[in-house]
């Protein structure tokens, strides 16, 4: 716990959200939710795991009670939502983690001061053979509302209330700030240090203490040009994360490659840790409406394929 070890993150400095501008919306308000799948490796008892991950982007309306997805527009506030779904086995039995994340895109009615570009909410779950973890964190300017459930003993059911602040990021919201759905925006060149929420993953699956982690963000200068198997030769950007565990002695460093061009799509993530997703399709799929087992077909348009009969 953060309070326990006596630190405290730093403030975000020179805090800039994202413009959600005009373009913004013409592109994110078109009906349909993007689709990314990536080839994953996921560390886990000591072995490297390879796996498979899809990416949910997607805006929607928003309440700000009881903090879910709005049935009607009156008194809503837009998101934008990152639904992340990652399989890998682990010998015989295997591992489905999600996580989603929402970030605000316009100021939430009642919200007391949460500014653009912040998270408001982020849920977490994951299930294999021994059993189910989940995990949810709310978000308000003078708070973080957290609570957990495990079927292990030493972190069952939790309720608890960390320190909020008006400005600040999630790690599982760093895959949007990379792309500039999130902020703190950087310009090229550019450092911030902003107090960072600890991902539920890291905290559920390595039984670590939820907390305010110190992060710097940055921003390299330049461009260069990569071969991604989903959009061909790509011009690209790099966005890094460094991340001070409160408690921790390593530091966690993340690289993302950004497709340079609107919507600045994630070409790979690389952690410290051997952790990778490589990106591998990609499409804009009205995906609610893909229910039938004809839409199958449809997994080809964002490089996938149908399951295999008798997998775990």
């Known amino acids: 716990m953060l309070a326990a070890c006596g630190q405290t993150p730093p403030p975000a400095a020179d805090w800039a959200g994202p413009a959600y501008d005009d373009a913004f919306f013409e592109h994110w308000h078109d ?140 790690e ?7 792309r500039g759905l999130a902020g703190p925006t950087l310009e090229p060149g550019a450092s911030v240090d902003v107090p960072l929420y600890r991902s539920a993953a890291v905290t559920r699956l390595n039984h670590a203490g939820v907390a305010w982690d110190s992060a710097v963000l940055t921003r390299p200068e330049g461009t260069s040009r990569v071969r991604s198997e989903a959009i061909g030769d790509v011009e690209v950007f790099t966005m890094h994360a460094t991340i001070d565990r409160a408690g921790g002695d390593e530091l966690a460093k993340y690289i993302f490659t950004v497709e340079a061009a609107a919507p600045h799509r994630v070409i790979q993530i690389g952690r410290n840790d051997g952790y990778t997703l490589t990106l591998v399709g990609v499409s804009r799929e009205p995906y609610w409406r893909q229910q039938a087992n004809a839409d199958e077909t449809s997994l080809k348009n964002f490089g996938m394929s149908p399951r295999p009969p008798r997998s775990p």
Request: hydrophobic residues 40%; negative net charge.
């Open 172 to 178: 599982d919201a760093l895959m949007l700030w990379a």
């Open 31 to 170: 009906g349909k939710a993007e689709i990314a799948a990536y080839d994953l490796i996921y560390p886990r008892y000591g072995e490297m795991r390879k796996g498979t991950a899809v990416a949910v982007t997607v805006t929607e309306p928003f309440r700000w009670s009881p903090r879910v997805k709005a049935d009607t527009p009156d008194n809503s506030f837009g998101v934008v939502k990152l639904n992340l779904s990652e399989d890998f086995p682990t010998g015989v039995y295997d591992y489905n983690v999600m996580t989603s994340t929402f970030v605000a895109t316009e100021p939430a009615p009642d919200s007391d001061g949460l500014l653009p570009g912040v998270p408001v909410k982020m849920t977490f779950s994951s299930q294999e053979w021994c059993g189910q973890v989940w995990q949810q964190a709310v978000f308000n300017p003078d708070g973080v509302e957290h609570e957990h459930r495990s079927y292990f003993e030493n972190a069952a059911d939790d309720n608890q209330k960390l320190p909020g602040y008006a400005a600040f990021l999630a």
